[in-house]
């Protein structure tokens, strides 16, 4: 069994995508060719926004914008510890100071009355000025962002939507990618929508933030490529990644209702899952369950192993109490949401491909001591 099965859906492609990998061959295109441009405009049509800017990865689409808006030394990002290290690590990055906001025990996402306190406290502290505020889409399901808005127009602040694993997700029927001022994915190959290496975008309806980001992922240059214009990166999307996200794309709906069925069916059996809110559809990019202890994790780890059931553990360690963020003085129990996930949740096979009869011998593997 596999936690994530790319083969099956690899068969589903491969004609396709060798004519596709076959014309990159023979036009020479590597970087930045037809195919990059092909796959933006369908990625903005399919979210609904203006602008969607392909890049080389889900961290430097969260980058990308905080350097186009000046964020460094001095200034506030408020994020949840619950989650993959490069959120915090892009604010760190940049000399800012990522504040860790605790997140609900339901949903997972960051809480929006810890959110609002925590940047009246900063503000009250006087020590850093707040500019942003980076929600995360956990495990595919959408933050709150109609509530995390208000905040953010309050405090006059900016929001990058986080939706490394929510592609594809949507609150209400309005699709991810139009959340916030900006929203930044993923195409790792373990996401929904995954190329076959690196790559990510970012999606906004602002005309000069996407001109902004165009020009930093190609060292800050715009109109001549030998004179940067800016401090950027090389942070572009190789035609290659992009014509196996075009295929994918192709089927990205229809495996999006299997993962949906995948879900539904695990369910039906596990009740200790993350909560979905009436109105918000996940894109489930994980199926994660919540245990008593890290101890009980622990021996149905060992367990499901036993029977060649693969689990992953998302996230073990909270970054606030991670040995590189040790310097921001955050200490156990800080955050104990976050905390008590971290030592008690665990991930098991995801993806569209898991048949009932696959689903069943998990549940049983689990219910069975």
Same mark, same amino acid.
């Given at each position: @069994? ?33 195919? &990059?441009?092909?796959? =933006? ?7 609904? &926004? ?108 900016? &929001?990058? =939507? $986080? ?14 990618? &139009? ?32 001109? =902004? ?33 075009? =295929?994918?794309?192709?089927?990205? $709906? ?67 109490? @991670? ?40 549940? $049983? ?5």
């Amino acid at each position: @069994m596999e936690f994530l099965d790319l083969k099956t859906q690899q068969k589903r492609i491969r004609k396709p995508l060798e004519k596709r990998l076959n014309t990159i061959l023979d036009h020479g295109a590597y970087i930045m060719g037809p195919e &990059v441009f092909e796959l =933006e405009e369908k990625l903005a049509d399919y979210c609904g &926004v203006k602008h969607a800017i392909s890049c080389s990865s889900g961290t430097d689409a969260l980058l990308i914008p905080l350097m186009a808006w000046g964020i460094g030394p001095g200034d506030a990002v408020f994020t949840t510890p619950f989650t993959y290290v490069a959120t915090a690590e892009v604010i760190s990055i940049l000399g800012a100071t990522p504040v860790f906001v605790d997140v609900y025990e339901s949903t997972f996402n960051i809480d929006c009355e810890k959110l609002e306190s925590s940047i009246n406290k900063v503000i009250k502290e006087g020590k850093l000025k707040p500019k942003a505020i980076i929600p995360v889409d956990l495990f595919g399901l959408p933050a709150r962002y109609r509530l995390i808005d208000q905040i953010a127009k309050k405090y006059n602040l900016k &929001v990058i =939507e $986080d939706a490394a694993q929510s592609f594809g997700g949507s609150i209400r029927d309005k699709t991810v990618g &139009v959340f916030g001022d900006v929203a930044a994915t993923s195409f790792y190959p373990a996401k929904p929508l995954g190329c076959y290496g690196d790559g990510g975008a970012i999606f906004t309806n602002d005309d000069h933030l996407a001109e =902004e980001c165009k020009a930093i992922r190609i060292h800050g240059t715009k109109k001549d490529k030998y004179n940067s214009e800016m401090i950027g990166l090389n942070g572009r999307l190789d035609s290659i990644q992009a014509a196996v996200l075009l =295929e994918k794309l192709s089927i990205f $709906d229809d495996e999006l209702k299997m993962r949906n069925e995948v879900n539904s069916y695990y369910r039906k059996y596990l009740n200790n899952a993350q909560h979905h809110p009436k109105g918000y559809q996940s894109a489930h990019a994980l199926f994660s369950i919540v245990l008593g202890s890290n101890n009980i994790r622990e021996n149905l780890i060992e367990r499901l192993s036993q029977k060649k059931i693969p689990t992953v553990i998302y996230y073990k360690f909270p970054i606030h109490l @991670m040995k590189a963020f040790q310097c921001l003085g955050y200490q156990k129990g800080s955050l104990p949401i976050s905390e008590n996930l971290s030592y008690s949740i665990v991930s098991l096979p995801m993806h569209p491909y898991l048949t009932g009869a696959d689903i069943d011998f998990i549940v $049983d593997a689990i219910k069975t001591k």
